[in-house]
């Protein structure tokens, strides 16, 4: 037991408190906007807010890997698409990620991924898109993914009752999170189809 | 601080001085232009020894150790010893962590505070006068020569010894996976070389060091060898067996994070500081 004690000494002596992954679905997640920046502490870290209000760094989130290839240009890079039963998050792991990269290099599609990352966010003109930059990516099964569609539709329907946005955006939301319900629903009534 | 205040205290040790005479003893200083606290301090002091009781007495609070908050405060505490820690530091008598329904906090009995009793866990005891202090920003309490413990027959509950905790493994830390522990201390060595005896030939453990997340907050969770192989499969020979043929001891690791990263696990937990030690596997989806 004394060891616990001896680590606990090594742990970070400033107040640094890690960010929760959030659970999002990619339809939500898609709509974010990125956070201006206070500017006043160099490590303060980037957020982007989706149309519910919710401040996000980090996400967590599981679905099915559709398509992962290499979009190395210069510097190395791999592509993952990641759809949940309300749309699709891209995700992408370089060389500061490598290994969530390689993991997703020997993927092999279709397959059940975790993936553990931080939001980021590109204008190009009008439009901004919404990706997440892995950390952590790994092929789990169903029944985590179900798990987690269950516990984010619990989680966003926490969201728009706490939700300051207009009565239409929370309808909205509430229908994405009917057709997770539904996904989810149908999954635990019918059999696996492939195989 | 003015005579009554003072008298007040007096009073709380026991001792009744009539406010009068500490406003008389304090006359006497005026015409010195002495501070006021150096008044107080000269003022508690003499009437502490005229009345043949210890000063630290009359600074002592009796307090709860959720509200433990500032360094180098006298106090006294009713709790339970929650658990005591293997100790080889000659100055330190006993070292663990006590705790009473508003926390734990870790506490040093040093060898000159000449305590006659050994503290024994699951007890419970009335420590008068400890002296708090801080370590990177985290309370403790040290027994010193002015601290008396007794032992109560109530029994305290120590708070929190176990909580349940669900979420999903985001994150392995560093440090995880097959590691060499210091034969004498089982510290985890760095480099070959243990914090505490340097150089030593170590004994091959295995442990997972993780981030355990619910979407609304993240725990840092530690397994011991017996956990990790239920959760793994791997056993500390079979790592051992997998690190020979890899010449790699990083390759436990990377198992370990392909059995546990994006998974949902229920765990029983011990707090510890703000770790939380797995105790037990409740779920695993």
């Known amino acids: ?92 792991a370089g060389q500061y990620q490598p290994e969530a990269r390689d993991a997703i290099m020997n993927l092999r599609v279709p397959a059940f991924v975790a993936v553990v990352g931080k939001a980021h966010t590109y204008a190009k003109g009008e439009q901004v898109y919404t990706s997440i930059r892995a950390e952590n990516v790994n092929v789990v099964d169903e029944k985590t993914r ?36 539904k996904a989810v629903s149908a999954n635990s009534t019918t059999p696996p189809a492939e195989k | 601080m003015n005579s009554n205040e003072i008298s007040e205290k007096f009073r709380n040790a026991g001792v009744t001085v009539a406010p009068d005479r500490i406003e008389k003893l304090m006359e006497n200083y005026k015409k010195f232009s002495v501070p006021q606290n ?17 000063i630290t007495a009359l600074y002592t609070k009796t307090v709860k150790i959720g509200d433990l908050k500032s360094e180098d405060e006298w106090v006294t505490l009713m709790a339970k010893v929650v658990q005591l820690w293997d100790n080889d530091h000659e100055a330190v008598s006993q070292v663990g962590l006590i705790g009473d329904e508003t926390g734990i906090v870790k506490i040093t009995v040093w060898k000159k505070a000449e305590i006659p009793l050994l503290l024994e866990e699951g007890k419970s005891y009335l420590f008068k006068n400890l002296v708090t202090n801080k370590y990177l920003d985290r309370i ?12 109560i027959k109530e029994d305290i509950q120590a708070k929190g010894k176990e909580v349940t905790l669900s979420g999903a493994i985001v994150d392995v830390i560093n440090g995880s996976g097959l590691i060499k522990r210091c034969p004498e201390c089982k510290r985890a060595l760095v480099k070959g070389a243990c914090g505490n005896h340097g150089k030593v030939e170590g004994i091959y453990d295995l442990r997972l060091k993780a981030v355990l997340d619910d979407g609304k907050a993240a725990y840092s969770i530690l397994a011991q060898a017996e956990i990790v192989t239920k959760l793994t499969g791997i056993t500390v020979d079979k790592a051992k067996e997998m690190a020979t043929e890899a010449l790699d001891q990083s390759v436990v690791n990377v198992e370990i994070v392909k059995k546990v990263i994006g998974r ?22």
């Open chain 1, 1 to 92: 037991m004394a060891e616990n004690a001896n680590t606990n000494t090594s742990s970070n002596p400033q107040k640094f408190e890690r960010e929760t992954a959030k659970r999002v679905f990619a339809h939500e997640f898609k709509g974010a906007v990125p956070v201006e920046k206070l500017g006043n502490d160099q490590f303060e870290p980037a957020y982007v807010q989706t149309a519910l209000g919710e401040k996000i760094n980090r996400v967590f989130v599981v679905g099915v890997a559709t398509e992962a290839e290499d979009v190395s240009n210069g510097e190395v890079m791999m592509r993952m698409r990641v759809a949940d039963p309300t749309g699709v998050f891209i995700v992408y």
């Open chain 1, 146 to 181: 179900d798990r987690w569609v269950k516990e984010t539709i619990e989680i966003t329907r926490e969201r728009i009752k706490n939700s300051k946005a207009s009565d239409d955006t929370k309808k909205s939301y509430e229908g994405m999170v009917e057709t997770a319900q």
């Open chain 2, 38 to 54: 150096e008044v107080e301090r000269t003022v508690m002091r003499t009437l502490a020894n005229e009345n043949g009781i210890d």
């Open chain 2, 140 to 151: 403790q309490v040290a027994a010193t020569p002015n601290t008396e413990i007794e032992e």
């Open chain 2, 264 to 285: 949902y696990f229920t765990f029983k937990c011990a707090p510890i500081d703000t770790n939380y030690l797995v105790k037990e596997i409740i779920e695993v989806i």
